[in-house]
């Protein structure tokens, strides 16, 4: 397939996207197609992810769904092995499945409401990685992109527990990169600042003003600019780089 994309080809690789039926991750999964990967989409509204799949289907892509609960582990196993049984392999995974959570101070927040937010954006990430890793690890070879948040390094207010697991995504990135640094497997994490995706429907507009005022740049980011540098960090360009966290906020990010 020649795209613009050709140079990062991904025409022999498995992808699979978690979240990838709509925002950032359909971006992404749109992005990869057109450098001719194999997409899964995973993503727990059926619907939707049917619906994308069938948007690179019509692209040429070769793609299938998979609509789980990335928080079961038992369900993230046996994603993992329909797609390589469907596709024939796993070489790169993105967790891009997210929520943000209820807008509110921490005395308002109950213990229920944090318990959902870092069981999905958490420990659903370490379930997708460590699942990957059992694939990718015999292979030799694998990319693995967490999407992390600048919430992550900043910390937003009245968003603690979205904040909180943003910050465990980029500890946690850190410490698979290292344990898999001397194999042909890297890990990163990138930090983006608010990005015009449906998400933001969760987020009043008094924070979204918030996130906004803190970005030099002085917009919200677009999901394609998002897709583009996690399809650099996919590639296998990105031999040097792991355990790594990239910023993409419009320069909010102080480290």
């Not at 939707?48 to 928080?71: E, F, H, N, R, Y």
């Not at 890297?186 to 008094?206: C, F, G, K, Y």
Request: hydrophobic share 45%; glycine share 10%; net charge negative.
């Amino acid at each position: 397939m020649t795209t613009s994309e050709s140079f990062f080809d991904l025409s022999s690789r498995v992808a699979v996207i978690t979240g990838g039926a709509r925002g950032i991750g359909l971006a992404i999964s749109e992005r990869f197609a057109r450098a001719g990967a194999s997409v899964a989409i995973v993503d727990r509204d059926e619907e939707a992810c049917a619906a994308a799949v069938a948007t690179l289907q019509a692209m040429g892509a070769k793609a299938i769904s998979v609509s789980i609960d990335v928080t079961v582990e038992a369900q993230v196993e046996e994603m993992t092995q329909r797609v390589v049984a469907e596709l024939g392999g796993y070489d790169i995974l993105v967790c891009s499945a997210g929520i943000v959570g209820r807008n509110a101070f921490a005395w308002e927040t109950s213990a229920e409401e944090w318990r959902e937010v870092l069981d999905i954006n958490l420990t659903g990430v370490w379930l997708c990685n460590k699942h990957a890793l059992s694939v990718m690890r015999p292979a030799d070879y694998g990319r693995i992109v967490n999407i992390a948040s600048i919430a992550g390094k900043e910390g937003n207010p009245k968003l603690g527990p979205y904040s909180a697991s943003k910050a465990g995504v980029i500890g946690m990135t850190k410490s698979l990169g290292k344990e898999v640094a001397d194999t042909g497997i890297r890990i990163s994490s990138i930090a983006p600042a608010v990005i015009h995706t449906p998400m933001l429907d969760q987020v009043n507009q008094e924070t979204i003003d918030y996130m906004v005022s803190k970005i030099p740049v002085g917009r919200t980011g677009l999901p394609e600019e998002v897709a583009a540098l996690v399809h650099y960090l996919a590639s296998e360009e990105a031999s040097f780089t792991t355990g790594a966290c990239f910023d993409i906020s419009g320069g909010r990010a102080t480290y």
